[in-house]
């Protein structure tokens, strides 16, 4: 699957709304936890892929991924 080229587009906030985008943004990650339970259910194929697919669009210095 090739990825698509999206043309950035700049998003601006009034402060107001940055501020409560912060505080919304800080609760949902005070509400992560580690979870170290493991299923045996089967993963298909292509769900794996994807996630892989995911990672590889993670920004890197000089968007030069390994």
Do not use: W
């Not at 080229?5 to 800080?26: A, C, D, G, N, W």
């Amino acid at each position: 699957m090739e990825a698509k080229f999206i043309p950035y587009t700049k998003q601006s906030y009034t402060e107001v709304e940055t501020v409560m985008r912060s505080i919304e943004h800080l609760d949902y990650m005070n509400k992560r936890r580690t979870v170290r339970d493991f299923s045996s259910k089967p993963i298909p194929k292509q769900v794996i892929g994807n996630i892989i697919m995911a990672t590889s669009t993670a920004p890197s210095g000089a968007h030069k991924q390994p």
